[in-house]
């Protein structure tokens, strides 16, 4: 195993980043790095033997994160930033459909499960709607969705 990236790199995270319980004086789930976020490889160590984390300093929220090689893209490389991420409730501003026929009415409420960057074409959704297929949804078709109503 060789490291991708070396001390002082300038890398870029490409997903968020949630305390897993190991992050001191935070509570579990709370988010600790914003993907998109620039930051500077402090050291380079291993986990269970076969995994490289890199210890990641990203000075606008002056934290330093462990971080798998997987998570990491250099800091030049292309990036574009969304709108929505990862478990977001998005609700659809046009009506959706293939092949002329409608399959999501303007205001329905879906679930992103997956972004898609493309730097010609680019952000997409994979978005799971209810009672449905998940459909590839550009990001000009959604608006976040209302917040939910608290159950009882």
Same mark, same amino acid.
């Given at each position: ?34 993907? *998109?976020?620039? !930051?500077? =490889?402090?050291? %380079? ?8 984390? &890199?210890? #990641? $300093? @990203? ?47 303007? *205001?329905?409420? !879906?679930? =992103?499960?997956? %972004? ?8 997409? &959704?994979? #978005? $799971? @709607? ?23």
């Amino acid at each position: 195993m060789r490291p991708q990236y070396e001390y002082g790199d300038a890398v870029r995270i490409i997903r968020n980043v949630r305390n897993d319980g190991t992050y001191p004086g935070e509570k579990t789930g709370t988010l600790l790095i914003r993907r *998109g976020s620039v !930051g500077y =490889v402090r050291d %380079v160590g291993t986990f269970l033997q076969d995994q490289l984390i &890199y210890s #990641v $300093h @990203f000075l606008d929220a002056d934290r330093i994160v462990g971080c798998r090689e997987e998570e990491l893209q250099p800091e030049s490389a292309l990036w574009i930033p969304s709108q929505f991420e990862f478990h977001d409730r998005v609700a659809t501003v046009l009506p959706l459909g293939i092949q002329g026929r409608v399959l999501v009415q303007v *205001g329905e409420i !879906g679930e =992103v499960l997956r %972004v898609l960057r493309d730097p010609d074409t680019g952000v997409s &959704y994979h #978005v $799971h @709607f209810p009672d449905r297929n998940t459909l590839i949804v550009p990001e000009n078709a959604l608006t976040a969705a209302p917040a939910a109503a608290p159950t009882a």
